[in-house]
């Protein structure tokens, strides 16, 4: 009896957040696939069942087919750069060295930054008189059209993406190797190991857990990019920026057709399930 009370209780509280899951994330979700088996009819006034029409038309659609494989592009390129790079950060911002603490906050800052103002401040940096060429030219070397040219805009992006994510991707890495044990780098110090062969023999395998977090929360985080594809690129040139997150709101608000949008929230779901199982399978099977 004294148990179930207890179950009551923290049913009780747990009710909000439950409330709040099954209202913002479960209802929206089976709402989107139910849709995503409809269509607007002129002819009949409203909506009609079309089966699996709406999938076999992105499918068939040259445009969604380019974003796919954009966004896989794009995923294949950023998540390796973002969590080498916040690994690396991490390592070297937990070493007792002057300034580290400083160095490590100015690489934080970007996270209090929403997005869309970043990606606001980035559009004066990739300007053809912003920083980035300014910097170039004081080089010697030519101005680059960053965000107009096929071959820079997702490499331009990627920066941005990484200004952004990295200083966060670091505290977790940092919590991690904060956890490993000072014996343990002690004993690797004794043993005369080189900085090189502690990082890569001591602290990398002792991290994996963090690692893995931010491998998979990563993944997804840049799957979902939205706001800087929209306000700097829309997409373009030539589709070269057209991420599936920024292709749903063109289908949505742009073309107007909210079913075939539905569909490729629904393909978009299943491919980040799909990417975050293989990565789950490929680490599991590491360790």
């Given amino acids: 009896m004294r148990k ?5 209780i ?8 439950l409330l709040c899951l099954a209202v913002l994330r479960i209802v929206p979700a089976i709402s989107a696939v139910v849709e995503s088996f409809y269509a607007e009819s002129l002819l009949r ?3 009609v069942f079309a089966g699996l029409g709406n999938y076999t038309d992105l499918v068939s659609n040259k445009d969604f087919r380019q974003a796919v494989g954009v966004t896989l592009l794009f995923t294949v390129l950023v998540n390796p750069i973002q969590v080498v790079v916040s ?3 991490a390592v070297l911002f937990t070493q007792r060295a002057m300034g580290s603490k400083l160095w490590r ?6 996270i209090a930054t929403p997005p869309a103002v970043s990606a606001v401040i980035w559009s004066v940096i990739y300007r053809p008189d912003g920083l980035a060429n300014g910097v170039l030219e004081r080089l010697g070397l030519p101005v680059q059209p960053f965000l107009t040219s096929s071959g820079q805009v997702l490499p331009s992006l990627i920066v941005l993406l990484s200004w952004i ?3 966060y991707w670091m505290l977790f890495l940092i919590a991690g190797i904060q956890e ?19 990082m890569v023999s001591v602290i990398l395998p002792l991290v994996r857990r963090p690692l893995a977090f931010v491998l998979v929360a990563d993944t997804v985080s840049n799957l979902l990019v939205f706001a800087p594809v929209q306000i700097l690129t829309k997409g373009g040139p030539n589709g070269n920026s057209n991420l599936l997150m920024y292709d749903v709101y063109t289908r949505a608000y742009a073309i107007g057709d ?3 949008a539905q569909a490729e929230v629904v393909i978009l779901v299943a491919l980040t399930l799909a990417i975050v199982a293989g990565q789950f399978r490929l680490l599991r099977g590491d360790q």
């Fill in 165 to 167: 994510g990295v200083g």
């Fill in 87 to 89: 690994f690396l950060l």
């Fill in 4 to 8: 179930r009370g207890q179950g009551l």
């Fill in 45 to 47: 006034g409203g909506r």
């Fill in 258 to 260: 909210i079913h075939v």
């Fill in 180 to 198: 490993v044990p000072v014996e343990v780098r002690e004993a690797a110090l004794l043993d005369g190991a080189s900085a090189w062969r502690r």
């Fill in 105 to 110: 906050t100015l690489v934080i800052l970007p």
């Fill in 10 to 17: 923290a049913l009780a509280f747990l009710a909000p957040a």
